[in-house]
């Protein structure tokens, strides 16, 4: 019967719909649970992938087909194309999927699911570059494309309304967008995901243009010809008016190129890395063989090989160390700038297609190596490039420059493949001649590479057609070729190997008259142009001075103190016994100029810090000490009894009720009653005066005894002295004795971080609370109760704009960078967690010796010292406010802090001496 068998039909037609909506609302909790966890979702999200998938399956469902029209297709991106006649939203949606498509006609199923009647599309007619190889694009649009696009055009919602209202034409009547119910939820669903804000794009290499910091570092390395601790030269009071600029810009123009250099040979989205081998010996022309690194690149303007000297690819990285650290750099920077200048000669860079042969040596079957020849279209050969020793690398690299030739190319003869063993070298049809067993067997081998394009390939069917136009363009390649390999028979060896430099601008001739005036103008014009600017730089100059003094001259010292050779050696153990006879240190001045410019010797930081610090008064007797340690320790032990006696009652109040009513029921018969016959009100031992403490303490001590646990438990848990657990309770036992006389200001994170470093270097509970107390008058105005840290962003936004205006411009592009919000834990922590144990305790004994030789704001000249050994890889990757903080949180603990330290005196004595005006 026919009422029979509707039922279960109608009731798996309701089941596939309700199916169809959950996954539609599991895809949008996921998508919505995205942007609170992560704050953000990209566009090429997998959430967004797959909510479209979801989306397209309940539209796809009971299509009407008919109600397309000249589309004929079941896809829903006709049936956009159609609601777009009528609905403006779906129109702009219509023509944003169209102009993708243009671009590509080939990836238009992409756009839907797609429909198994649809004629496959002809292919597309390759087009000719300016570089003569032919490039098809290979860009892949998303799946989904026009759900995509108008879920982020935030359109897609009331698309999918419109079809509910309109469902009659385009739907059956038992589909889902038909069902009064579904339909309507399937809309509201899609409001929440259409109201979000989705990132930019992620390009096709995010992978590698987002690389991690010491990449970067690296990189930067490698490609830069000065060392990365030199900045360009700031504010310079001894410049010469009469320097010209354009030897500056020559120096610059191979450094930008080497850079680009360094950036092609990682994997990026303009090039594919198709082979790479190191200590790959070149033999340049009349010079030693030379290890480098040998790549294969496939670009869309073809095949490039590459080969970068072994002294580059590891940085050359010259002297940034406290002897020659600074801004100068001295002349070991300059010599190793030539020394680099001079590898980068022998650097290869040579198109594919510029190479007609390539000829193979081997000896003893490939065992030993072998050397490959490189002879250009010229008739040029390349320097010989030697493979190391071992069985594949020359057959290896053939392999992936046959793959990288096809389609479009081949090697003549073509490599032969083997079953198991993949490829081989093609074998002679005659019998070479036997060889004697003495010798190796010589194996050579000549590869023509083919090119299968050719000019008539590049042409529609149209203009192949015309016999006229074809003669004409074979013509004109024929005389495009032959004066592409005059130019290039022109050029010497090395120019085509080198890199190649950035185009010059050409320089117009003026016409000379007999009477030769317009030489004579243009020599007036460039001398006032010379005059004005010399001018204008001078006026700049002094407004920068002017701000100097109004602005900066509060952040050094007035007196300049010069530290000599035998100063940087530091607070020797030798000199501490000569400046502490008799156990009394009364050159103070010389001891503080010791470290800072040197340090202080780790045997010797227990004794000296707590002079730095100010425990101890310089000209102090051991028994004056001795005496000040011990009322230290008497007055800690008494603090200590207080907050541990409070600790308790806090703790037994905190109790929970259960185990207090369990009390009660078994003491209910003998001591309750017992203390209600007596009358005894119970004292509470809450401090040796016998006083009760208030509720409000208690639970404000209970809340830092909290937080002072949390951060306790994890505070340099890796370090072999907080490992034990006793070392552990020492540092609660000092961070509570601290809090608990200073709970209106409480404990706040990140103080054990700064108590961490004192007990190491002490281990003694009372004389590490004595000098943390002292060291926490200087730094308690950082934490957010004080005002100190909007004070060192200031003075950080106008130090980096007087002594680096590059850097502050391209800080002042990204709006919130220049409030310097990433040096925030730098200031409040003195660099601690920027650094290992060991550089911490040298920065922070420099620091305390700074206040009283060379600046109270040392700090600032850290940061900026640290900020200006990356300037260049800040201004090459041209980083913003997240970028920033993200580079040196995973630089962390890898500062050369020997280097960041004398850079910053430099600084303070670059300041000293623009205020002095010397």
Not at 852 to 879: C, E, G, K
Request: charged share 20%; with cysteine; glycine share 6%.
């Amino acid at each position: 019967m026919p009422g029979l068998d509707a039922t279960p039909g109608f009731e798996m037609d309701e089941n596939f719909k309700e199916r169809l909506i959950r996954n539609v609302k599991k895809e949008v909790k996921q998508i919505m649970e995205e942007a609170v966890t992560r704050k953000f979702v990209h566009e090429e999200s997998s959430s967004i992938t797959s909510l479209c998938a979801a989306v397209e399956a309940c539209l796809s469902q009971g299509l009407r087909r008919r109600a397309l029209g000249l589309f004929k297709t079941s896809s829903t991106t006709a049936l956009l194309h159609k609601v777009a006649k009528s609905f403006p939203p779906a129109n702009h949606i219509s023509r944003m999927v169209q102009d993708l498509e243009n671009v590509d006609p080939t990836n238009r199923k992409s756009s839907s699911s797609g429909d198994s009647t649809s004629k496959p599309l002809p292919p597309p007619l390759l087009k000719k570059n300016s570089t003569g190889i032919i490039s098809q694009s290979h860009h892949q649009q998303p799946k989904y494309l026009w759900i995509r696009l108008a879920l982020l055009e935030k359109q897609l919602a009331g698309i999918i309304a419109y079809l509910v209202e309109n469902s009659s034409r385009y739907y059956e009547k038992d589909s889902l967008v038909a069902d009064p119910d579904c339909g309507s939820i399937l809309s509201s669903l899609l409001v929440g995901p259409c109201a979000l804000d989705y990132s930019k794009t992620k390009t096709q290499d995010h992978f590698w243009t987002d690389p991690p910091a010491d990449e970067l570092v690296q990189r930067h390395r490698i490609s830069s010809g000065t060392t990365s601790c030199q900045p360009t030269p700031p504010l310079n009071f001894g410049r010469s008016l009469h320097t010209g600029g354009s030897s500056e810009d020559a120096l610059g123009q191979m450094p930008r190129s080497a850079k680009d250099y360094v950036e092609s040979l990682h994997q990026n989205s303009k090039a594919t890395l198709l082979y790479g081998k190191n200590n790959v010996n070149v033999h340049p022309p009349q010079s030693d063989p030379m290890p480098g690194y040998l790549s294969l690149h496939q670009s869309a303007r073809g095949l490039v090989i590459k080969w970068t000297p072994n002294q580059l690819m590891n940085g050359f990285v010259s002297n940034c160390s406290s002897e020659t650290g600074g801004i100068g750099g001295g002349g070991d920077g300059k010599d190793g700038k030539e020394d680099k200048s001079q590898y980068w000669q022998y650097a290869l860079n040579l198109r594919v297609e510029d190479i007609v042969y390539v000829h193979c040596h081997q000896q003893g079957g490939g065992e030993g190596g072998g050397t490959v020849v490189l002879v250009g279209q010229d008739g040029v050969q390349r320097p010989p490039i030697c493979f190391p020793t071992g069985q594949g690398h020359l057959l290896s690299f053939l392999s992936c420059l046959e793959n990288g030739l096809l389609p479009m190319g081949q090697l003549d003869p073509p490599l032969w493949s083997q079953r198991g063993k993949g490829k081989a070298f093609p074998r002679s049809r005659r019998r070479p001649a036997p060889m004697p067993d003495q010798y190796q067997e010589a194996i050579d081998y000549v590869f023509r590479i083919i090119s299968k394009a050719r000019p008539e390939d590049l042409l529609s069917s149209q203009e192949l057609m015309d016999p006229g136009y074809r003669r004409g363009v074979a013509k004109n390649w024929r005389v495009l070729s032959s004066a592409s390999a005059s130019a290039s028979s022109s050029d010497s060896p090395h120019t085509s190997e080198s890199l190649n430099p950035p185009d010059s601008p050409a320089i117009p001739q003026p016409e000379q008259n007999s009477n030769g005036h317009p030489i004579r103008l243009v020599c007036q014009t460039m001398k006032r142009q010379i005059i004005s600017r010399a001018f204008y730089g001078w006026l700049a100059y002094c407004r920068h001075l002017s701000t100097v003094r109004t602005h900066l001259s509060g952040l050094v010292n007035g007196k300049i103190v010069e530290g000599s050779t035998e100063d940087r050696e530091g607070l020797t153990v030798e000199r501490w016994q000569l400046l502490s006879q008799d156990g009394c240190v009364t050159d103070s001045q010389q001891v503080l100029r010791l470290a800072y410019y040197g340090g202080v010797a780790a045997e010797l930081r227990s004794e000296v810090w707590p002079y730095l610090l100010g425990h101890y008064v310089w000209g102090s007797t051991s028994n004056e000490r001795q005496d000040l340690d011990e009322g230290t320790r008497q007055s800690y032990e008494t603090t200590m009894s207080e907050w541990l006696a409070a600790e308790a009652v806090a703790t037994q109040r905190d109790r929970p009720s259960s185990e207090s009513s369990e009390s009660e029921e078994q003491d209910d018969e003998s001591d309750l009653g017992d203390s209600i016959e007596d009358g005894e009100e119970p004292t509470s031992p809450v401090s040796s005066q016998g006083g009760i403490y208030s509720k409000e303490l208690l639970d404000l001590f209970a809340l830092n005894l909290h937080r002072i646990d949390k951060d306790v438990q994890r505070c340099d848990r890796n370090y072999w002295y907080f490992v034990p657990p006793d070392n552990l309770e020492k540092l609660r036992n000092i961070m509570c004795t601290y809090v608990w006389e200073r709970l209106d200001a409480g404990y706040m994170q990140g103080m054990c971080d700064l108590v961490a470093p004192l007990l190491v270097v002490f281990d003694d509970e009372a004389k590490t609370y004595a000098c943390f107390c002292n060291l926490m008058e200087r730094m308690s105005a950082n934490f957010p109760h004080g005002g100190a840290m909007d004070a060192h962003f200031a003075n950080m936004r106008s130090l980096i704009q007087i002594l680096d205006a590059e850097l502050f411009e391209l800080m002042h592009q990204h709006g919130d960078y220049t409030h310097f919000y990433f040096c925030y834990r730098w200031f409040l922590l003195d660099f601690k967690r920027e650094l290992v144990y060991e550089d911490v305790f040298m920065v922070w004994e420099v620091i305390w010796a700074a206040r009283y030789v060379a600046s109270n704001h040392f700090v600032l000249f850290l940061a900026l010292a640290l900020v200006q050994t990356y300037r260049d890889i800040i201004l090459t990757n041209s980083m913003d406010f997240t970028d920033i903080i993200k580079f040196f949180n995973e630089m962390a603990e890898r500062h050369d802090a020997r280097a960041v330290l004398a850079l910053s005196r430099e600084l303070v004595l670059q300041l000293q001496t623009l205020i002095e005006n010397k």
